[in-house]
């Protein structure tokens, strides 16, 4: 019986790099490693400038690796000759390359959840009910200076209105290829299993649909529901002891790429405006690109 078990264990142990780690990869994360352990060794700057080389090394290598395994998994898509090649392929793609099991929760001195129904009753107490936030905390002169900054944003209304703006004209297709340009390869995908490399690979005629359901979208002033929908993923934290506890997770919203694609175009109109009409202080700094205020 033991053997069996073992050898079950053995055929369940699986590698746990992602399906687009090459030997390319593979070396530059050795030399990393290797630099790694020598600049611990002396930090001196010899060392430091050999290990920076390594990283930038070890990120191009990481970069073309999954450039290169996206384009072939969509060249298979394209070129399959019947639905068992094309869903065989999907799975490729969706296949989970992280353990991230919920062990059973403990919560206070309640038995332990195992059922998922029981974990997530604990998580959504622990994450969505905002038992997390500490009211002791809070500044009431901090709330009277956002509440000052949001008046004199408000009294801004007349001088946007003296002059000509607007921001819902047509959505271009230079808009479109803009937004999809910035999507990140490997990512998974929201509640609508699309994943980005559909919109990084797949041509005109697919940047072409989505101009036209985005501008369906801001003239109809109505976000589909499937855009909406989140899948809520909790993540174990590196380095923690005890995964009993729901602090030791975190939770990420994976959320369905056409919306992301519709709120950077939206997010790019609306930057342009606010700093075009220089709506905000010049010392602001934080949440604006590429801006760094210069003290005397």
């Known amino acids: ?69 996206s384009e072939h998994l969509v060249d298979q898509i394209n070129t399959s000759r019947n639905s068992k090649e094309v869903w065989t392929t999907y799975k490729k793609l969706t296949k989970k390359k992280d353990c991230n099991t919920i062990l059973p929760l403990i919560d206070q001195d309640d038995p332990p959840a195992f059922s998922n129904q029981e974990k997530c009753k604990i998580l959504q107490k622990t994450f969505f009910e905002g038992k997390h936030l500490k009211t002791d905390e809070f500044d009431e002169e901090f709330y009277k200076q956002t509440q000052e900054e949001y008046k004199r944003i408000c009294e801004l209304e007349k001088r946007l209105t003296k002059r000509e703006h607007k921001l819902d004209y047509e959505v271009t297709t230079d808009e ?74 975190r939770p990420i919203s994976l959320t369905s790429v056409m919306c992301k694609i519709t709120e950077r175009i939206v997010l790019n109109r609306l930057a342009a405006f606010i700093e075009g009409m220089k709506l905000i202080e010049e010392k602001q700094e934080g949440f604006r690109k590429n801006t760094q205020h210069q003290t005397a």
């Open 1 to 69: 019986m033991q053997e069996v078990i073992c050898q079950k264990e053995m055929k369940e142990k699986k590698s746990t790099k992602p399906p687009w780690w090459n030997y390319d990869v593979n070396q530059a994360k050795k030399n990393l490693n290797y630099k790694q352990r020598q600049y611990r060794k002396r930090n001196i700057p010899q060392n430091k400038e050999a290990l920076v080389t390594a990283e930038e090394k070890f990120e191009n290598e990481k970069e073309k690796a999954m450039n290169d395994w």
């Open 176 to 249: 479109v290829e803009a937004a999809i340009y910035l999507l990140e390869i490997g990512k998974s995908p929201g509640a609508d299993r699309h994943f980005p490399e559909l919109f990084k690979f797949a041509g005109e005629n697919l940047i072409e649909a989505i101009r036209t359901m985005v501008n369906l979208t801001l003239k109809h002033g109505r976000l589909p529901q499937e855009w909406k929908t989140a899948n809520i993923k909790f993540l174990r934290k590196q380095g923690k002891t005890n995964y009993y506890s729901p602090s030791s997770y």
